[in-house]
T-cell receptor, first 114, second 113 residues
Framework: DTGVSQDPRHKITKRGQNVTFRCDPI?????LYWYRQTLGQGPEFLTY????????KSRLLSDRFSAERPKGSFSTLEIQRTEQGDSAMYLC????????????FGQGTRLTVV | TQLLEQSPQFLSIQEGENLTVYCNSS?????LQWYRQEPGEGPVLLVT?????EVKKLKRLTFQFGDARKDSSLHITAAQPGDTGLYLC?????????????FGRGTSLIVHP
């Protein structure tokens, strides 16, 4: 396994458009996290899944943000009606529950809203 | 929410110097992780500390967990330009009935040749 994979690496979109990001976790990991990171800050937690169950979504930044993990495999994060304030790095991480909170990150998707 | 405070926020040093960065909280953690993040990349896990007073070494990097498990430090000996990056500490906080990694703001390190 080559690690956590995110696609695309970079996305430029116009304000008001919808965007979707994909994350493929390490195959044997049952937990998947989404974070957002802005310049000069640490990763900010958004949501996570254990297998296909989304266990926390109240930390998603607004109702424009949603995430899915069909069949407990890959995950998607969608942002509807993007705003300039959504410009950030979106990071996905995965872990094996018994490993506690050690997480393995993908390379991230850099979103720029113009 | 258990807050992790990291200091200093920025550090710019010359190759060969030693440095220490800190991660502090008012809460007790069952474990803490340290990550390094290079520009445009995701964080990479360096180490997990679990036991109060624990010291772990990773080549020129020495990690220490405080006796009370509220703080941790990372010491780099003879820093090299390849050590440049954002150093993040993370600890478990409860969300959705389980523990999730929660991060500090990070220390941005630049090592000049």
């Amino acid at each position: 396994d080559t690690g956590v994979s995110q696609d695309p690496r970079h996305k430029i979109t116009k304000r008001g458009q919808n965007v979707t990001f994909r994350c493929d976790p390490i195959s044997e990991h049952n937990r998947l996290y989404w974070y957002r990171q802005t310049l000069g800050q640490g990763p900010e937690f958004l949501t996570y899944f254990q297998n296909e169950a989304q266990l926390e979504k109240s930390r998603l930044l607004s109702d424009r943000f949603s995430a899915e993990r069909p069949k407990g495999s890959f995950s998607t994060l969608e942002i509807q009606r993007t705003e300039q304030g959504d410009s950030a790095m979106y990071l996905c991480a995965s872990s094996w529950t018994v490993a506690g909170t050690e997480a393995f990150f993908g390379q991230g998707t850099r979103l720029t809203v113009v | 929410t258990q807050l992790l405070e990291q200091s200093p926020q920025f550090l710019s040093i010359q190759e060969g110097e030693n440095l220490t960065v800190y991660c502090n909280s008012s809460s007790v953690f069952s474990s803490l992780q340290w990550y390094r993040q290079e520009p445009g990349e995701g964080p990479v896990l360096l180490v997990t500390v679990v036991t109060g007073g624990e010291v772990k070494k990773l080549k020129r990097l020495t990690f220490q967990f405080g006796d009370a498990r509220k703080d941790s430090s990372l010491h780099i000996t003879a820093a090299q330009p390849g050590d440049t990056g954002l150093y993040l500490c993370a600890g478990p906080s409860v969300s959705g009935g389980s523990y999730i990694p929660t991060f500090g703001r990070g220390t941005s390190l630049i090592v000049h040749p």
